[in-house]
């Protein structure tokens, strides 16, 4: 079984991140398509390892991005 253990911010955003109305938990399109190709090419599957999972605003954002 492959894994990828994900800490979001500063893999899946960054300071150059949009993030015109200031949200706490955003991803860039762009990383979060280069992870999507990578799971595709590997069949890894995602553990959340990032301190978005303690916040339900976390959890909901990181859903709603697909993560």
Not at 5 to 10: A, H, R, S, V, Y
Not at 36 to 63: M, N
Request: hydrophobic share 45%; aromatic share 10%; with cysteine.
């Amino acid at each position: 079984m492959k894994v990828i253990f994900l800490d979001i911010d500063g893999v899946l955003n960054c300071e150059k991140t949009p993030n015109p109305r200031k949200f706490p938990y955003i991803v860039d399109a762009a990383l979060l398509a280069r992870l999507r190709q990578l799971l595709e090419r590997t069949g890894a599957s995602v553990v959340l390892s990032s301190t978005w999972r303690y916040d339900p605003a976390g959890i909901f954002s990181a859903t709603h991005y697909g993560i």
